[in-house]
């Protein structure tokens, strides 16, 4: 048992000093650039392909493992607060927003590592755990990442009745998958990219044959490939499209992913609105901006023309009372989105957008 958790604490190992090897060649090629690295999408997968094909996932990986506190159930349950501090990371390193689709690929793929994360640290839990009265020793036992006050966190998550059932659940829904690939860490998408010409099917044949006998890894896959070489062959003309969905007949779909293709983004996240950001539409962002400066220009219009008839009211009013000296707007935390007149104020923010020029540029943004 014990060789067990020797062997699998070197594989973890091994695991980590690859992804420590790839952010160094991430950090010499950041350094050695104008700017954030670009970034190849496989629009079909929804994956990172070319140069950054292993390096991507993996810094994503290593940002999860460092960050993100592994006793919430599942991605959709952490804090959003981590989510936005990685992308920030990958940011600086890579071109986010020069694709639609980067910012959804990279939190589809902090989903993924989080999950992969949680099942290599379960295996290691069961290891120690057998029975209730095992729990204390478990704890005492963290994988070498982790602390004993943040492995106690988790090890509560792995014992309570929902996860349990959710992993008997899990062991049923593998002990159902067929055939898995042979291709390890590279995806079926960077294999087409690499071998431009080669159609899905037969990508797929490469991914779930042995390598040294190239011979499929079980009847199963065989009979797979068959079939869907039986439907192609009865297809007039076919193309790509074609055989994606061939695919999708043959091997059928799940939620969130499409077998033998990639994953299905679902927006920023399963828990989060699925439309994009304002970061994610440059133009938008652009004229939200120019909303800001037409509100603040505004704004300091009518502070001026307001100061001096307020002023020689209160002197009328109080000529012996001190006039108590007006605050600026930077020490009211002016902000132009979020403007609030002073109570003293008659015109209120939504008066102020009915006037000609910001009405003008309400309705542009509507139509936008």
């Not at 995806?187 to 037969?202: D, F, H, N, S, V």
């Not at 011979?215 to 192609?232: D, G, P, Q």
């Amino acid at each position: 048992m014990v060789a067990n958790v020797d062997d699998s604490r070197d594989d973890e190992d091994e695991e980590i000093a690859e992804e420590l090897e790839d952010i160094l060649l991430i950090d010499h090629r950041r350094k050695n650039s104008a700017g954030p690295l670009p970034l190849e999408v496989d629009s079909v997968s929804n994956k990172i392909v070319g140069l950054e094909s292993k390096a991507f996932p993996r810094l994503v990986g290593r940002e999860v493992a460092l960050h993100v506190p592994g006793h919430h159930p599942s991605w959709a349950n952490v804090p959003e607060q981590y989510e936005h501090l990685i992308l920030t990371k990958l940011r600086h390193y890579y071109q986010l927003d020069s694709h639609p689709k980067l910012v959804a690929i990279s939190i589809a793929e902090m989903a993924e590592k989080y999950k992969t994360r949680n099942n290599i640290r379960l295996q290691h839990f069961r290891e120690y755990y057998k029975n209730p009265k095992d729990f204390e020793n478990a704890v005492k036992k963290p994988p070498n990442e982790l602390n004993e006050d943040q492995w106690r966190l988790i090890c509560e998550l792995f014992t309570t009745h929902d996860f349990i059932q959710r992993s008997k659940q899990n062991s049923i829904n593998r002990q159902k998958m067929k055939f898995s690939s042979t291709q390890g860490s590279v995806t079926m998408a960077e294999i087409l990219r690499q071998k431009q010409g080669k159609g899905y099917i037969e990508t797929w044949k490469e991914c779930h044959t042995k390598k040294d006998t190239n011979t499929f890894i079980n009847e199963a896959a065989k009979n797979k490939y068959e079939e869907m070489l039986t439907t192609r062959n009865n297809t007039p003309e076919s193309s790509q499209v074609s055989e994606l969905e061939i695919l999708r007949q043959t091997l059928g779909e799940k939620c969130g992913h499409q077998r033998g293709v990639g994953r299905k983004l679902k927006g920023q996240s399963s828990r989060r609105c699925s439309e994009p950001t304002t970061a994610d539409q440059p133009d938008l962002r652009e004229t939200v901006v120019e909303l800001q400066k037409q509100i603040q220009t505004l704004t300091q219009q009518m502070s001026r023309e307001r100061r001096e008839p307020m002023d020689v009211e209160m002197n009328d009013a109080a000529p012996t009372q001190p006039i108590r000296p007006q605050l600026s707007r930077s020490q009211m935390g002016f902000n132009p989105m979020g403007f609030q007149q002073p109570q003293q104020t008659p015109t209120s923010f939504q008066q102020l957008l009915q006037q000609p020029l910001v009405c003008n540029t309400v309705m542009f943004m509507t139509h936008f």
